[in-house]
């Protein structure tokens, strides 16, 4: 990988995808940035007019996507680490959601990733080499009350892309599914669409309010160093929990997971198959 590289980062005019943003024009490389709302980064056009373009973008458009991949590769020569960062949130239980939610939402969050995957995959392997990061979530392994639409197109992504990094891995092209922790991304604000909510479920809401707390968690800032890192691996791992508390969450429920397993083994092996 060279030097100096070209990053392509989605959903980079906040949160996370700002951070990363920032991190690798500080650390040298060229940027193109890609947001519904390229506003937020006109600050960092005139800091580093030679080495960063934003360009708008919808990833629920999967022919804008191509377009803009397009553009951005011919921008600087080709494109070496793509983070896969769009996303929102869709708050809400799974009954109150409704199909329009459900469907915008896995639109962005899915699909969207998807596309901006497959437009991608042929610049990257017309190098022979590239870095694809997939922005995920801790809580893709399994579904969680109130967010249970986030974790179904985390869970999807995830698995798409561990397929995609067996698919590609013969290109010189490397994947990693990144199950991003609780950060200050504004994810639960300006981020989230909320559902009507029903009172059927107003004490389960008012427990997960007490269970989650006020703690936002750490600045997006925070993460910025361990993708660079990451980025730069010779062989990255397929899977990376990022956030120090958020690793110990995933292997307690991923050690519960196991437990629930070995206790119903009996029954698991009355069936055939």
């Known amino acids: 990988m060279p030097s100096t590289r070209t990053w392509l980062i989605t959903g980079a005019s906040r949160g996370l995808g700002r951070a990363f943003t920032e991190a690798a024009l500080s650390a040298g490389d060229r940027v193109v940035a890609a947001a519904r709302d390229i506003s937020p980064l006109a600050t960092l056009t005139e800091e580093h007019p030679e080495s960063f373009l934003p360009l708008a973008l919808?990833?629920?458009?999967?022919?804008?996507?191509?377009?803009?991949?397009?553009?951005?590769?011919?921008?600087?020569?080709?494109?070496?680490?793509?983070?896969?960062?769009?996303?929102?949130?869709?708050?809400?239980?799974?009954?109150?959601?409704?199909?329009?939610?459900?469907?915008?939402?896995?639109?962005?969050?899915?699909?969207?990733?998807?596309?901006?995957?497959?437009?991608?995959?042929?610049?990257?392997?017309?190098?022979?080499?590239?870095?694809?990061?997939q922005i995920s979530s801790m809580g893709a392994g399994g579904g969680m009350a109130s967010v249970g639409f986030y974790g179904a197109g985390k869970a999807a992504l995830d698995s798409v892309s561990e397929a995609l990094a067996m698919e590609v891995e013969q290109f010189g092209i490397k994947v990693t599914v990144v199950q991003m922790g609780g950060y200050a991304t504004g994810l639960f604000t300006t981020g989230t669409t909320a559902t009507t909510p029903d009172p059927a479920y107003d004490t389960l809401r008012a427990q997960l309010a007490e269970m989650w707390g006020d703690d936002a968690g750490p600045a997006p800032s925070t993460a910025a160093p361990a993708l660079l890192k990451l980025a730069e691996l010779p062989d990255p791992p397929r899977r990376l929990i990022l956030g120090d508390r958020s690793y110990d969450l995933v292997q307690e429920m991923n050690r519960a997971r196991t437990e629930q397993y070995e206790a119903w083994e009996s029954l698991s092996r009355m069936a055939p198959g």
Do not use: C
């Open 58 to 133: 919808d990833v629920s458009d999967r022919e804008a996507v191509f377009k803009t991949v397009e553009r951005a590769a011919a921008e600087f020569g080709g494109l070496d680490v793509v983070v896969n960062n769009a996303g929102g949130l869709l708050y809400g239980m799974v009954e109150e959601a409704t199909e329009r939610q459900i469907r915008d939402h896995l639109d962005v969050n899915f699909f969207g990733a998807v596309w901006v995957a497959q437009a991608v995959v042929p610049h990257l392997r017309a190098r022979g080499s590239g870095r694809l990061l």
